[in-house]
């Protein structure tokens, strides 16, 4: 049985007059179990780019993780296998109404392998497409499905279609199920993939050697067998006169859930969060309250994770007015360190926009920028990449040059890995 935790870090003193408190809500989960745990069989969709860009090695190589993916994937799972041009085709199981997903066994194994060998590179890239196939198929199995998750690989811009299908599909497919994004080689576009994997509470990374994509495919479906708790939702209450300023989270990774929010009731909002295996996130929350006089205490929000509908584990954020300025004053570490993070992944994103645009001034101020935040909280990963496209000359003050010859494969790992936070040390 999973067992959940919560801790609440911040600093709930406010001075005279102030209104807004922050906080850092460490959620976890513990004894997750395996996807199916929920007594609902999980679904798995893997959607692999078809188009004539792929080329013989680019492939050869995806049809290779195609299948590894396959092998994978557990008997019992429902899966189905998409080919993705300026269209969809359903690859597997090759049906043309009811169910558009079957269960995994050895036969249904083998019959996916032998379509999968069967790609070829021809055609364009429409992922809006693609994902509405996935979300049918999906819906074609009706309630039968606990998790429900995709792979999703391109090697591509999104060219075959608006960008208003793109979003209209990605729209279409949030809630639905959840997606993991990866691109080959360097001719993709990061910004574009990212929407579709933010949005569908999934990852992005580039793969830029073909030669990884297979093992890349087994750790994304291991992950994904992983998760035993289902659709779990984030609740924010927050009492009457107050205003949520925002909803983040900022570990594993930063991703701005503000806007997804639902009301639940007229003091309470859901945010999604997908499944989850045994792990830990933390979210940044943000809450304006009306001042109160100096001594008076308050509740200002209380954090709810929340599984089939049942609260599982709270955390309470606390407000009191003094005029301490010792205690006013402080500032928690845990709000400061996740803070800074999430102004370094915006810093590289805006840097790196900067620099494709040909603005060397903005892109060295928003890198040296970055590069100072990475040091400074300890973001290895961020810091190993960020010197892979501009030379240090001092990390304390953010003073950086632009390489001049910089591999665009590095550029975009370091795009992918921007939303990628670091735990604060001690």
Same mark, same amino acid.
């Given at each position: 049985? *999973?067992?959940?935790?919560?801790?609440?870090?911040?600093?709930?003193?406010?001075?005279?007059?102030g209104?807004?408190?922050?906080?850092? &809500?460490?959620?976890?989960?513990?004894?997750?179990?395996?996807?199916? /745990?929920?007594?609902?069989?999980?679904?798995?969709?893997? !959607?692999v780019?078809?188009?004539?860009? +792929?080329?013989? &090695?680019? +492939? *050869? /190589?995806?049809?290779?993780?195609?299948?590894? *993916?396959?092998?994978t994937?557990?008997?019992?799972?429902?899966?189905a296998?998409?080919? @993705?041009?300026?269209?969809?085709?359903?690859?597997y199981?090759?049906v043309?109404?009811?169910?558009? +997903?079957?269960?995994?066994?050895?036969?249904?194994?083998?019959?996916?392998?032998?379509?999968?060998?069967?790609? %070829?590179?021809?055609?364009?890239?429409? !992922? @809006?497409?693609?994902?509405?196939?996935?979300?049918?198929?999906?819906?074609?199995m009706?309630?039968?499905?606990? %998790?429900?998750?995709?792979?999703?690989?391109?090697d591509?811009?999104?060219r075959?279609?608006?960008?208003?299908?793109?979003?209209?599909?990605?729209?279409?497919?949030?809630?639905?199920?959840?997606?993991?994004?990866?691109?080959?080689?360097?001719d993709?576009?990061?910004?574009?993939?990212?929407?579709?994997?933010?949005?569908?509470?999934?990852? $992005?990374?580039? !793969?830029?050697?073909?030669?990884?994509?297979?093992?890349?495919?087994?750790?994304?479906?291991?992950?994904?067998?992983?998760?035993? &708790?289902?659709?779990?939702?984030?609740?924010?209450?927050?009492?009457?006169?107050?205003?949520?300023?925002?909803?983040?989270?900022?570990?594993?990774t930063?991703?701005?859930?503000?806007?997804?929010?639902?009301? $639940?009731?007229p003091?309470?909002?859901g945010? #999604?969060?997908?499944?989850?295996?045994?792990?830990?996130?933390?979210y940044h929350?943000?809450?304006?309250? #009306? /001042?109160?006089?100096?001594?008076?205490?308050?509740?200002?929000?209380r954090?709810?994770?929340?599984?089939?509908?049942?609260?599982?584990?709270? @955390?309470?954020?606390?407000?009191?007015?003094?005029?301490?300025?010792?205690l006013?004053?402080?500032?928690s #570490?845990?709000?400061?360190?996740?803070t800074?993070?999430?102004?370094?992944? *915006?810093?590289?994103?805006?840097?790196?926009?900067?620099? /494709?645009? =040909?603005?060397?001034?903005?892109?060295?101020?928003?890198?040296?920028r970055?590069?100072?935040?990475? $040091?400074?909280?300890?973001?290895e990963?961020a810091?190993?990449?960020?010197?892979?496209?501009?030379?240090v000359?001092?990390?304390?003050?953010?003073t $950086?040059?632009?390489?001049?010859?910089?591999d665009?494969?590095?550029?975009?790992?370091?795009?992918?890995?921007?939303?990628?936070?670091?735990?604060?040390? =001690?």
């Amino acid at each position: 049985m *999973a067992t959940f935790t919560s801790t609440v870090y911040q600093n709930e003193f406010l001075p005279d007059g102030g209104t807004d408190v922050n906080a850092i &809500v460490r959620l976890g989960v513990s004894g997750a179990g395996r996807a199916g /745990a929920s007594g609902k069989a999980p679904g798995e969709i893997i !959607i692999v780019d078809t188009s004539g860009s +792929m080329g013989q &090695v680019n +492939m *050869a /190589a995806a049809k290779n993780a195609a299948m590894t *993916a396959v092998d994978t994937i557990a008997d019992g799972t429902f899966f189905a296998v998409v080919a @993705g041009t300026h269209e969809a085709y359903l690859a597997y199981p090759m049906v043309r109404t009811g169910r558009g +997903m079957v269960e995994m066994n050895p036969r249904t194994r083998a019959e996916a392998k032998q379509a999968i060998s069967w790609f %070829n590179a021809e055609g364009g890239t429409a !992922i @809006g497409a693609w994902l509405n196939l996935a979300r049918a198929l999906f819906g074609s199995m009706g309630d039968a499905l606990g %998790n429900k998750h995709a792979l999703l690989l391109t090697d591509g811009e999104d060219r075959d279609e608006s960008q208003a299908d793109l979003d209209m599909a990605i729209r279409a497919s949030m809630g639905v199920f959840q997606c993991d994004c990866r691109g080959v080689g360097t001719d993709w576009i990061v910004s574009e993939i990212r929407k579709v994997s933010s949005a569908l509470l999934g990852t $992005v990374d580039i !793969i830029p050697d073909p030669s990884r994509m297979a093992a890349e495919f087994a750790s994304i479906m291991q992950a994904s067998a992983s998760r035993g &708790v289902t659709d779990a939702e984030l609740r924010v209450w927050v009492p009457q006169g107050a205003q949520v300023l925002f909803v983040r989270q900022v570990s594993p990774t930063v991703d701005d859930l503000t806007a997804r929010g639902v009301p $639940v009731n007229p003091l309470t909002s859901g945010y #999604p969060t997908g499944s989850w295996s045994d792990e830990e996130r933390d979210y940044h929350v943000g809450v304006r309250l #009306p /001042a109160k006089a100096l001594g008076q205490e308050q509740l200002a929000a209380r954090v709810q994770l929340v599984v089939d509908g049942q609260p599982v584990t709270q @955390g309470l954020v606390k407000a009191t007015w003094s005029n301490d300025a010792a205690l006013t004053t402080r500032i928690s #570490p845990e709000v400061a360190h996740y803070t800074g993070q999430t102004e370094l992944a *915006a810093a590289i994103q805006e840097g790196l926009a900067a620099k /494709a645009s =040909g603005d060397e001034a903005g892109a060295t101020t928003k890198l040296g920028r970055a590069i100072q935040l990475a $040091v400074a909280s300890g973001n290895e990963e961020a810091t190993s990449k960020l010197k892979k496209v501009v030379d240090v000359v001092d990390a304390g003050t953010g003073t $950086v040059r632009l390489k001049r010859a910089v591999d665009k494969a590095d550029e975009m790992a370091l795009d992918t890995a921007s939303t990628k936070t670091t735990r604060i040390k =001690g």
